[in-house]
């Protein structure tokens, strides 16, 4: 990331990509609830909802052209994530690839992004397992265990990885490892490394996974790794330079999840206000009652607000402007807004809310996870109060 420059940054009104966001909406309508219900039932994978949004071409929006991708700028990929979840859909599944790419696109060496994002872009390889979150340090990444040795023209990685989303159905793992002891670099950030794990050829071979059974159908896993073989080729710009590396994703993933919460919010709001209109109680619709309609109404002046932020995070990211803060903000304010509607929406639908038929109830199961992860709402709030606000570092 660059310093800022005086090059004016524009923030959009209106949504953009409205193209987009329509062809968006048609998948999603062939997709509805019953859909959602039943791979929550199973615990399974949307593969068919993945495979349609690939051969439309959606998930390849931030892959270059020249590598068979649409070559978008960030904020079109938040239309397509943001349109998902508006239209009661999930992009849990698939969103990895894009805020992964950052890494691959920014740092990944010529060889490496010919061998790999023509292949993501068609659906042909799945990128979709970012590894990251160890069990012993959790949100302290820099501090993270799992080791990378090289060993002449291999790396020997061992360790592990929990709350690895996706790593079951995925073909390639973003993994970042220690390749320096945490005690022999001088800042905390050195001493990491990226790399591009075939979890093909891994699996089985020093590397297993196990599923975790969790509150949401997130398809995620631990990642045990012992003594696994790594081709050097496999990492990712210098080594011990990968935690700079993977901000940048970091940046693109809570503006990226920042738009699926602003999408949450905006399904939790119109289906709220729909049922508070049609409801009929004591002789007249629920929605007359303040009790009822402030709520909603409170969840959309934040959701409106928060919109305003992520958007500015997105043109700064674009513009390769610092972004750091406003990611953040963005990602925390909209969270909140997403959480605010669906317990508003929650409390409109009284005892239906809890039928699984409406929706609403596993939409506000999804939409929890986003205070927590990729990021929880403190850790934000420490990064606001050191990075933006000067106050001494509390962690
Ligand atoms: C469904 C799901 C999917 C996920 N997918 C992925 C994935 O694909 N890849 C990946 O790498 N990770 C993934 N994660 C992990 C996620 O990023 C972490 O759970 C999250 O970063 C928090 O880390 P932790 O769970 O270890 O919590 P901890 O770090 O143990 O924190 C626990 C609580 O303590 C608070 N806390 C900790 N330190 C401080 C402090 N100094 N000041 C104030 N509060 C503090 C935290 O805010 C949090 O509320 C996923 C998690 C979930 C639940």
């Not at 987009?20 to 399974?44: M, Q, S, T």
């Not at 490892?177 to 020093?206: H, I, N, Y």
Request: aromatic fraction near 8%.
């Amino acid at each position: 990331m660059t310093e800022p420059t005086a090059t004016p940054v524009a923030i959009p009104i209106d949504p953009e990509w409205q193209e987009i966001r329509e062809g968006v909406r048609r998948i999603c309508e062939d997709f509805p609830n019953g859909y959602w219900v039943k791979l929550d039932h199973e615990a399974a994978y949307p593969a068919e909802f993945v495979d349609a949004l690939t051969a439309a071409g959606y998930l390849a929006a931030l892959i270059p052209e020249a590598y068979g991708g649409a070559g978008l700028p960030l904020s079109a990929a938040c239309a397509v994530l943001e349109t998902i979840h508006e239209q009661g859909c999930n992009a849990g599944a698939c969103h990895a690839q894009m805020y992964t790419m950052g890494t691959l696109l920014r740092h990944g060496s010529e060889a490496q992004k010919r061998k790999y994002l023509p292949a993501i872009a068609s659906g042909a390889l799945r990128l979709q397992a970012f590894g990251v979150t160890e069990p012993t340090t959790g949100s302290d990444t820099t501090q993270l265990k799992t080791r990378a040795e090289r060993k002449g023209d291999r790396y020997i990685v061992t360790g592990q990885k929990v709350w690895t989303s996706r790593a079951m159905q995925s073909d390639l793992m973003l993994l970042l490892a220690r390749t320096a002891p945490a005690d022999r670099v001088r800042k905390r950030s050195q001493g990491l490394s990226v790399f591009l794990v075939d979890l093909r050829e891994a699996k089985g071979r020093g590397l297993e996974l196990e599923k975790i059974d969790a509150m949401i159908n997130h398809n995620t896993c631990e990642v045990f790794i012992d003594n696994l073989e790594v081709p050097a080729e496999s990492l990712i710009g210098e080594e011990g330079h990968g935690f700079r590396y993977i901000v940048d994703s970091m940046n693109a993933e809570r503006i990226l999840i920042a738009a699926e919460c602003l999408g949450d919010a905006r399904y939790f709001i119109r289906r709220a206000a729909e049922y508070a209109r049609e409801r009929v109680v004591f002789g007249r619709p629920i929605g007359q009652n303040q009790g009822i309609q402030f709520p909603i109404a409170r969840a959309h002046a934040e959701t409106a607000a928060a919109e305003l932020v992520v958007a500015k995070a997105a043109a700064l990211f674009a513009a390769e402007r610092d972004c750091g803060a406003e990611a953040n903000m963005g990602k925390l304010l909209a969270s909140e807004a997403a959480w605010h509607a669906a317990e508003a929406c929650m409390q409109t639908f009284g005892g239906f809310a809890f039928a699984r038929e409406y929706g609403i109830e596993r939409k506000w199961r999804e939409t929890r996870l986003y205070q927590t992860a990729p990021i929880s709402t403190n850790l934000i709030l420490a990064y606001v109060a050191q990075h933006v606000l000067g106050l001494p570092r509390s962690y």
